[in-house]
Each structure stands twice: as structure tokens, then as C-alpha cells.
């Protein structure tokens, strides 16, 4: 080998190694994200005595330790309501073995009571009237009669928002990371 040879190859086991990581830090820029839903700072919900549709008494409380899909809406159920509780229930199935670690909330913001044939349609769905009217306004709407389906987590803090035109495919991937990462509920 020749002393040129030499100095190129120490050169090239010394400068690689820093080019490499120049490029890597200012000029490639991989998927920041992996989660479909917004993350929403995360938010302590407050006021969450009130009552189920039956008119049992329930506290939020009671479902801390689980991770709770909410949907926030007026019990007149349109067909976005209908298909983001319907998104709800699939994305909890998908869920195989860890759905019980899953729950379905549907807050009513209105005094109205939701259609028996929707309702029905949806066992286990959790359908819950806030005790203060103020409750709802805990959640980041966006616009005025936005659709969005948010996510609590176990701790009962508010912590994701999903799009209004979920894609039910984004919502369970994250779901199963979500429950995969956590070691709380």
C-alpha cells in the first residue's frame, strides 16, 4: 500500500463517520409520527360525576384503569354520529385479547335520549349525561358540530383526538400501540 492510499483510507475511516452524521441531522428527516390521531395537550378531566342513560348514577372514575374512546354529541345521533360510534365498536373488536382494556363513551350534550334501535345496535357502548353542563367544553372541538372521537387515557386524562373523517384502520393501529406501550390499563 502506498502512503497515499494509507492517508485516503484514514481520511475515509474518520470523515465517513462525520458526513454520515451530518446528513443524518440536518438534511434526513424520517416520519416524525407514527400515530393517526392528534395528539391534544393532555388535559385532566374535571366534573365527571353525572349520570348513564337509565339514570344509574356514574362517575368517570369508575372507568380509570381503561383507556376510553369518547365520542362528545347531541343524543339526535346523525350519520356521522352513527358512523364514529360504529368506528368505536369496530376499532374496540380489532383489539383481539385486549379489548377489555378498552372502553366505549358516548358523553350526551343535550337532554335528549338516543334512538333504542342505535343503541341496541351498540352493547357496551357507555352512553353518559355530564352532572355540569361545562363538562363538554373540556374537549378541543375544532369547529362548531365537529364529529371527533377522542381518546382517554387510563389516568383519565384527555390525550388524543382522532380526525372527523376517522380512517377506522389509523384508529385501531394506534390503538394497538398505544395498548402494546402501556403498562397501565
Given at each position: ?173 394506534d390503538l394497538k400501540l398505544l395498548l402494546k406501550a402501556s403498562q397501565i390499563g
Amino acid at each position: 500500500m502506498t502512503s497515499r492510499s494509507k492517508l485516503l483510507m484514514m481520511l475515509g475511516v474518520f470523515a465517513v463517520p462525520m458526513i454520515a452524521a451530518w446528513v443524518s441531522y440536518f438534511g434526513w428527516h424520517p416520519d416524525k409520527r407514527k400515530n393517526y390521531g392528534e395528539l391534544i395537550p393532555v388535559t385532566p378531566l374535571n366534573h365527571t360525576g353525572g349520570t348513564l342513560l337509565n339514570g344509574e348514577s356514574f362517575k368517570l372514575e369508575q372507568l380509570q384503569g381503561k383507556w376510553v374512546m369518547t365520542y362528545v354529541g347531541s343524543s339526535a345521533c346523525n350519520e356521522a354520529c352513527s358512523r364514529q360510534l360504529y368506528y368505536m365498536r369496530q376499532a374496540r373488536i380489532a383489539q383481539g385479547k385486549d379489548q377489555d382494556r378498552v372502553e366505549r363513551l358516548w358523553v350526551i350534550t343535550d337532554a335528549g335520549t338516543p334512538e333504542a334501535v342505535l343503541l341496541n345496535s351498540h352493547p357496551g357502548l357507555k352512553v353518559w349525561r355530564a352532572g355540569e353542563a361545562g363538562f363538554a367544553k373540556q374537549f378541543p372541538m375544532g369547529h362548531v358540530g365537529a364529529t371527533h372521537i377522542y381518546l382517554v387515557d387510563p389516568l383519565g386524562n384527555l390525550m388524543l383526538r382522532f380526525p372527523e373523517q376517522t380512517d377506522p384502520k389509523g384508529m385501531i393501529k394506534d390503538l394497538k400501540l398505544l395498548l402494546k406501550a402501556s403498562q397501565i390499563g
